[in-house]
């Protein structure tokens, strides 16, 4: 029987390397596939989708156990991923150590982008608590998604962009022209922590998969792709 796992594309390279390592091992069938947090938690809630394992922040597990759709007592706990500032690879690293800092550092960018998601709503939030939404709006672009936006950063974006976005988001692009240049100040920091879990649909089959992703092998997978 193969064995489905379905996570927030935050998850998406520490469950791939976890999976396809499993199952290199001899582990088993898993299928793997992923999708924005929030349409997982409403599409679990509302019975439109089913996955046996869930990997989702802890509010959203939280909802899913409230409605007995999780196994009690099946959850691991993987770490944060916090909202980061990328740059192109090979440019200088600004400093952002302290929000005057951070606020320099976008004054003296040549662009800024981040997505319409829940990360780049946080990050207009922020810009606008900064008193820098009217300043900045000129060389700000938004994307829809993480993807676009790195893809815009390795690629048309010019010199001195700033790109905004999750920490394992990011991280998927270190090898494609895009480098993690450190997270937001502490004053403003954004970290969402993750969960593993088992749903309440999850067969007996599920035990080994789910075992592996909580043991040290696995991870090591969620480590390197940003989750601390």
Same mark, same amino acid.
């Given at each position: 029987?193969?064995?489905?796992?379905?996570?927030?594309?935050?998850?998406?390279?520490?469950?791939?390397?976890?999976?396809?390592?499993?199952?290199?091992?001899?582990?088993?069938?898993?299928?793997?596939?992923?999708?924005?947090?929030?349409?997982?938690?409403?599409?679990?809630?509302?019975?439109?989708?089913?996955?046996?394992?869930?990997?989702?922040?802890?509010?959203?597990?939280?909802?899913?156990?409230?409605?007995?759709?999780?196994?009690?007592?099946?959850?691991?706990?993987?770490?944060?991923?916090?909202?980061?500032?990328? $740059?192109?690879?090979?440019? =200088?690293? /600004?400093?952002? *150590?302290?929000?005057?800092?951070?606020?320099?550092?976008? #004054?003296? !960018?040549?662009?800024?982008?981040?997505?319409?998601?829940?990360?780049?709503?946080?990050?207009?939030?922020?810009?606008?608590?900064?008193?820098?939404?009217?300043?900045?709006?000129?060389?700000?672009?938004?994307?829809?998604?993480?993807?676009?936006?790195?893809?815009?950063?390795?690629?048309?974006?010019?010199?001195?962009?700033?790109?905004?976005?999750?920490?394992?988001?990011?991280?998927?692009?270190?090898?494609?022209?895009?480098?993690?240049?450190?997270?937001?100040?502490?004053?403003?920091?954004?970290?969402?922590?993750?969960? $593993?879990?088992?749903?309440? =649909?999850? /067969?007996?089959? *599920?035990?080994?998969?789910?075992?592996?992703?909580?043991? #040290?092998? !696995?991870?090591?997978?969620?480590?390197?792709?940003?989750?601390?």
């Amino acid at each position: 029987m193969t064995i489905t796992i379905l996570t927030a594309g935050a998850l998406k390279e520490g469950v791939a390397n976890a999976a396809n390592t499993f199952m290199a091992a001899g582990g088993g069938s898993v299928a793997a596939s992923f999708t924005h947090g929030a349409d997982i938690r409403d599409g679990i809630l509302d019975g439109a989708m089913d996955a046996h394992i869930l990997g989702l922040p802890t509010d959203m597990m939280d909802a899913l156990a409230a409605k007995e759709l999780l196994t009690k007592g099946a959850r691991i706990e993987l770490g944060a991923i916090r909202v980061a500032v990328a $740059i192109k690879s090979g440019e =200088t690293v /600004p400093n952002i *150590a302290t929000v005057d800092a951070f606020k320099k550092a976008m #004054a003296a !960018a040549s662009q800024l982008i981040y997505t319409t998601a829940p990360s780049g709503e946080y990050m207009a939030g922020v810009i606008e608590d900064l008193g820098l939404a009217d300043a900045l709006v000129a060389k700000t672009m938004r994307f829809g998604t993480g993807a676009e936006v790195n893809e815009h950063l390795a690629g048309p974006g010019p010199a001195g962009t700033l790109a905004f976005g999750v920490s394992t988001e990011i991280t998927f692009y270190r090898d494609q022209g895009v480098a993690l240049a450190g997270y937001l100040p502490p004053e403003i920091e954004s970290s969402t922590p993750y969960q $593993i879990a088992r749903s309440a =649909t999850a /067969p007996p089959s *599920a035990d080994d998969f789910f075992d592996y992703l909580e043991g #040290a092998e !696995a991870q090591t997978f969620f480590t390197a792709s940003g989750v601390e």
